[in-house]
């Protein structure tokens, strides 16, 4: 009833309600999650590389995709491990989103518990 | 033909404001191209309604006039040039707003998944761009202020009020994704080249996706009044060929983040 719901409209409780119960089996969850690993389109000598376009966030205003992959990232690590190798891909996504000022804030927050995410 | 092919080869691109300017700068992005050609293809028939509607007027006040024409006609109804110069404008507006649309919305959409990400964060008053790519930690590698460069400090050559000390440097011919947000209040960041101007809101990511055609130096200015320097808040973006980009990158930017 609500996986419908949110897919159309994937506001963010219902978002992440939908990932948290599909969480328990970590593989689903990830190929959920991840986007068809597109060929880099930067194919030549150097790679030129970043968060590509998310079907989610289609608008102008990026500042939820910065969020959530922020979000996806603290996620993945909580379930995968410090250093999983599978969660460099958000790391790297946030970063490439993500006001590095905003990003020290939100790790001052998580260190002192006041994040506002859900983590 | 020599006179004029000499003269159009030497004619540079024109990628900054220069004075008297009517019209566009040269167009830089196929989005700039599309503006510039809207504009050319909407002045077309401006111009031709504006003869058309001169012509009226300027007939019925000579026409009409009370020494010539003391006694004018007392007609009040037509319904046929009624019907005709009612369905006949609101036709037009149409005719304007489709292809406009459609380069508007052309413009929001992201086609193909960017290749850079670059942020450019406004502060009172400087920019901040921040290149995060090839970052493997939180800590910024490739972050660098650019302030305009004050009019006493100018070298000859370079531009009053758009001279900036450090420029964005960008590979042509490659999909950029410009994320623009500020760090106090509102700004703006605009190229009028590349056919973006993007408003900077405090607390919020603005994208804006552009592929600069040829390389080249563009100037633009913040167009979103942020305070007293307003005025002196200069945008600068110098496209490099793609294969230039990356020494570029990490000769100019890694050295001077390794100093700080």
């Not at chain 1, 790297?92 to 989103?97: I, S, W």
């Not at chain 2, 006040?61 to 005709?84: A, C, D, M, S």
């Not at chain 2, 972050?143 to 305009?148: A, G, R, V």
């Not at chain 2, 563009?218 to 002196?232: L, M, R």
């Amino acid at each position: 009833m609500a996986e419908p719901q949110s897919d159309k409209t994937p506001t963010l409780s219902e978002h992440y309600h939908l990932k948290e119960k599909e969480k328990p089996d970590a593989g689903t969850k990830s190929v959920e999650v991840k986007e068809v690993e597109k060929p880099v389109n930067a194919a030549s000598d150097e790679v030129l590389e970043t968060a590509p376009a998310d079907f989610r966030f289609p608008t102008t205003n990026q500042t939820r995709h910065c969020f959530t992959r922020y979000i996806e990232y603290h996620r993945c690590i909580a379930a995968k491990g410090e250093g999983a190798a599978e969660c460099d891909k958000f790391s790297k996504y946030y970063r490439a989103l993500c006001p590095g000022e905003w990003v020290d804030r939100w790790n001052e927050q998580r260190e002192n518990g006041t994040f506002p995410g859900p983590l | 033909m020599i006179v004029l092919e000499w003269l159009f080869l030497t004619i540079a691109p024109c990628d900054a404001a220069e004075p008297w300017q009517l019209g566009s700068q040269d167009a830089a992005t196929p989005m700039m191209q599309g503006i510039t050609d809207l504009h050319h293809d909407i002045f077309f028939f401006l111009i031709l309604i504006l003869v058309f509607v001169s012509r009226i007027l300027v007939r019925a006040l000579w026409h009409f006039h009370y020494q010539k024409n003391p006694i004018p006609q007392r007609i009040v109804h037509g319904t046929t040039i009624e019907i005709l110069r009612t369905i006949f404008p609101s036709i037009i507006p149409m005719f304007i707003a489709i292809p406009s649309f459609a380069l508007l919305y052309s413009m929001d959409e992201v086609v193909v998944d960017p290749a850079i990400t670059i942020k450019a964060i406004g502060h009172q008053w400087y920019r901040t761009y921040e290149y995060s790519d090839y970052n493997s930690s939180d800590e910024q590698s490739l972050t660098f202020d650019s302030y305009t460069i004050p009019e006493d400090d100018l070298e000859f050559g370079q531009s009053r009020l758009l001279e900036v000390d450090n420029r964005v440097v960008v590979p042509a011919k490659t999909h950029l994704r410009i994320i623009v947000t500020p760090a106090d209040v509102p700004h703006s960041w605009a190229v009028p080249s590349s056919g973006v101007k993007c408003d900077a809101v405090p607390g919020r990511l603005n994208q804006i996706s552009i592929s600069v055609q040829r390389e080249g130096v563009y100037y633009g200015q913040c167009s979103e009044i942020c305070g007293t320097n307003h005025a002196f808040l200069s945008i600068v973006v110098e496209a490099v060929p793609r294969k230039d980009y990356g020494s570029r990158v990490s000769n100019q930017l890694i050295p001077q983040t390794g100093e700080a």
